[in-house]
């Protein structure tokens, strides 16, 4: 309306409103601010128009919460690529793999998929992760991975009480997406007929026998060489704190070209053997080992608190101890790397050198780490929490039967009320706020009076010495990229190693490995 009042109605095309009103040529639009970075667009000018358009389904500058709703990939660009590839994360930067962990001679591994036999619950336990089967008996329980949820601790009233930081803090929508998996996976009616689980997991034998042949065709081509060697020098400072010598066999490295946005989770998975072989080289020295395991299903346990949903919980390994106790122990990693919005609007990663381990167990794996102890019917538990630069440290939580009966309670109350209806923010503190506060209160009692037993430096951290980059191809080095390094720095007993192998090997020439050391 305003252009049809100024402008003559023969005006040419080159002829702008702009010219015409006699308005300088930078807008606040298009100004910068004191960051150097610029504003965002107007809504009205045809540069927003062209930036909001969809191409091959991919906006082409999303901010994180859009990125992280419609599931799109890091550095994604105007045309589906990554402007970038160097920024995308090596999630398995010198991890060490479940493979090699096995062969350890203080791990006791589980058997391969194909020679386990599931008559009862507890065999469920024998299921290793790369199993078929697994997934399947796994479907439709609740896990530690659903229960605060469940719990109502990232509502944002019991987050700001329970001190939950973001992302998780505030999330209704997480309580929201759980009560409708837990709907179409029929939670609800498999929790009467529990037996169907067996009888499931033998019916679909079939499928881990696939795996034998798999394995036997990838087995063809590895070198057949000891993974853990004994320590050439038993006086030496690594001898005292690693548990055996690792020697990797060189593969190909490992990472996601397109990984998600949850950083915190795929880095999580790929270090899980690396954390426990950090609990390993700690708790060896007290006689412990490491057992793999599986699936312990809370039927397999006698006189356990009844859920209105089937149970079931997963460790990353067990403790076992002289005695014949047993212990589940937990990995909790925090990442080092971080997505940030670059200043084009796109999507990066970047590495964070300040990511460190917690230094307290946190609120809301209090009921994670009970509901553990509580499947395993063990009296303690471990959890380890792992930096990726900066260290780890290890918590040991006694177990409170008191604790467990109340948080059964509050997932029944939560089947009863929200099985037909959707809750409400702050469900659980509407109706019931006394109650549910003195269990909040008694969540962080419970995560003050954990032990901690160890404080590793990153120095003690064995890794392995193979794919050493931060980021998937690091090794091409563009001119373009802004490449950080290997920054191998972090983990001096990466020279160590290498010299102890070299050493190993050279035993039968003295001479030689006395004039180069």
Request: proline share 7%.
């Amino acid at each position: 309306l305003l252009a049809a009042i100024l402008l003559p109605a023969d005006a040419s095309a080159g002829y702008s409103l702009r010219t015409r009103l006699n308005l300088p040529q930078t807008s606040s639009f298009y100004s910068k601010n004191r960051a150097g970075s610029p504003r965002s667009e107007s809504p009205f000018s045809p540069r927003a128009r062209l930036l909001t358009r969809e191409r091959n389904g991919v906006k082409c500058k999303v901010s994180l919460r859009q990125a992280e709703e419609k599931g799109i990939p890091l550095g994604e660009g105007r045309k589906g690529r990554h402007k970038n590839r160097n920024r995308v994360p090596n999630n398995h930067w010198r991890a060490v793999p479940w493979e090699d962990l096995r062969k350890h001679p203080y791990v006791d591994a589980l058997p391969p998929p194909w020679e386990v036999e599931i008559n009862t619950a507890a065999d469920l336990a024998k299921l290793r992760r790369d199993s078929r089967r697994f997934l399947r008996v796994h479907h439709g329980r609740v896990t530690t991975f659903q229960l605060p949820t469940l719990l109502g601790f990232f509502e944002e009233g019991a987050a700001d009480y329970l001190k939950i930081r973001r992302p998780f803090r505030g999330r209704h929508d997480k309580i929201l997406g759980t009560r409708q998996d837990l709907i179409q996976s029929g939670a609800y009616d498999m929790n009467k007929n529990l037996d169907s689980y067996i009888t499931l997991a033998k019916s679909l034998s079939f499928m881990d026998e696939e795996l034998e042949e798999e394995f036997k065709i990838s087995q063809d081509n590895q070198p057949n060489a000891p993974l853990w060697l004994p320590h050439s020098d038993e006086n030496s400072e690594y001898a005292r704190v690693f548990a055996s010598m690792y020697s990797p066999i060189p593969r190909a490295p490992k990472g996601e070209m397109d990984p998600d946005l949850d950083l915190s989770v795929r880095y999580g998975e790929a270090q899980q053997a690396t954390g426990v072989l950090t609990a390993l080289n700690v708790l060896s020295q007290e006689g412990a080992r490491i057992k793999e395991c599986g699936l312990y299903a809370l039927e397999a346990i006698k006189d356990a608190p009844s859920f209105p949903f089937p149970v079931g919980t997963v460790p990353d390994a067990m403790i076992s101890w002289p005695d014949g106790r047993e212990e589940p122990l937990v990995i909790k990693t925090a990442t080092p790397f971080e997505v940030y919005k670059g200043t084009d609007g796109f999507l990066r990663t970047r590495l964070d050198a300040n990511s460190r381990p917690s230094k307290h167990i946190e609120n809301w794996h209090i009921p994670q780490m009970q509901l553990h102890m509580l499947c395993t019917g063990a009296k303690s538990s471990w959890v380890l929490y792992m930096s990726g630069l900066n260290g780890a440290r290890l918590y040991r939580i006694d177990r409170d039967d008191g604790y467990i009966k109340q948080m059964a309670g509050w997932v029944t109350k939560f089947a009863q009320l929200y099985g037909r209806r959707s809750p409400s923010p702050n469900f659980f503190l509407t109706d019931n706020y006394d109650e549910y506060r003195s269990f909040l209160a008694k969540t962080r009692r419970i995560s003050k009076d954990a032990f901690e037993f160890a404080l590793i430096k990153q120095k003690w951290i064995q890794r392995s010495t193979q794919n050493t980059p931060f980021f998937v191809g690091d090794f091409a080095r563009d001119e373009n990229s802004d490449y950080e390094g290997d920054q191998s720095h972090y983990n001096m007993e990466v020279d160590f190693q290498n010299n102890a192998v070299e050493r190993k090997m050279r035993k039968s020439q003295p001479e030689i490995a006395e004039v180069e050391l």
